[in-house]
């Protein structure tokens, strides 16, 4: 098990930044991704930003790419996302999240489909 908390999140204008935090507890050294996730009112979950710890490699959605960034802390087992230049169209939902176990799949963790392990979210509001 794998208990994760996402703090951080708030009512912000456009242009503004915000850094999101995930704590994560319990079985923590088995995970092998961690992303972060997002849900805007009426659309799907989608992928925002995703560590790969086996490379180290991380992955952002192509819109997003320069604005934001994730990062870790590993000695405290919690997981960033800092984001800038906010726009309206970033209102969501941030959920981060942990794979723990493997996919038959090649990128799994690409896909809110490949985890296992989902916080409560936060909810990020951007307005002018």
């Known amino acids: 098990q794998v208990q994760l908390k996402e703090s951080g999140g708030g009512s912000v204008h456009i242009g503004d930044s915000l850094r999101l935090s995930c704590a994560a507890s319990?079985?923590?050294?088995?995970?092998?991704?961690m992303g972060w996730f997002r849900q805007a009112p009426g659309k799907e979950r989608e992928i925002v930003a995703v560590?790969?710890?086996?490379?180290?490699?991380?992955y952002y959605a192509d819109s997003l790419k320069g604005r934001f960034t994730i990062s870790t802390d590993n000695p405290k087992n919690t997981l960033y996302l800092q984001m800038n230049d906010l726009k309206p169209e970033d209102t969501a939902v941030y959920y981060c999240?942990?794979?723990?176990?493997?996919?038959?799949?090649?990128?799994?963790?690409?896909?809110?489909?490949?985890?296992?392990?989902w916080g409560q979210g936060t909810q990020v509001t951007v307005s002018s």
């Open positions: 999240a942990t794979q723990t176990m493997k996919r038959p799949y090649p990128n799994s963790h690409h896909y809110t489909d490949g985890y296992d392990y």
């Open positions: 319990g079985r923590t050294f088995s995970s092998y991704a």
């Open positions: 560590i790969n710890w086996g490379d180290g490699t991380t």
